[in-house]
């Protein structure tokens, strides 16, 4: 599957059939939470922005709940309110994807748009939908830099842009220039877990998006 092939926007329909293991899993979370949106969740935010931030997958009751990447879950706490504080989001973040948040000059996306079993999808899973992130990030001319949001998205974005993932490791705070793509920035993910173990904390988090504005042509 690329690009080429029209079928693949830079968003999945919200019954995308192509990873059975994750629609098996929507049908049964349709039946437990009805009132939940239970889709491939699509994009968010500027449609040409200069920054992408890429995420994992959308959590069970967070963006798989709401439809929108990041919103109702603690990690999405954290990412709007570090948006909001570097000026990329103007608004109120209310954990609803109805709280009129606006982002400005970025977009987030998710290297998988349907919720996984445990939060944890597979790698055919992750490359069955790789064509949708790829589209995101080609043919978007104003981009120029991405941050990924834990090493599963930086494998995704190095796959995309066709370079030898040994050259590029995964470090949280790494910027690494890649040669006729944009600038990726390392980030750990922004969850509950990596912040209540202090992997991550809030000024580790907002370093990485100074480094981003940095950037900002």
Known sequence: MTTNDP???RDPAPECSLCPRLVEFREANRA???TYFNGAVPGFGADAPWLLIVGLAPGLHGANRTGRPF???YAGDLLYETLLRFGLARGVYGREADDGLELIGCRIAN???CVPP???PTPAEA???RPFLETEIR???NLTAMVALGAIAHTAVLGILGVRKAAYPFGHGHVHAIPGGPALIDSYHCSR???NTRRLTPEMFHAVFAKALSLQP
């Open 193 to 195: 877990y990596n912040t």
């Open 7 to 9: 079928a693949f926007g």
């Open 127 to 129: 490359n069955t939908c």
């Open 118 to 120: 445990q939060n944890k």
């Open 71 to 73: 919103t109702g879950d």
């Open 139 to 141: 043919t978007n001319p």
């Open 32 to 34: 437990k939470f009805p």
């Open 111 to 113: 290297a998988v748009h």
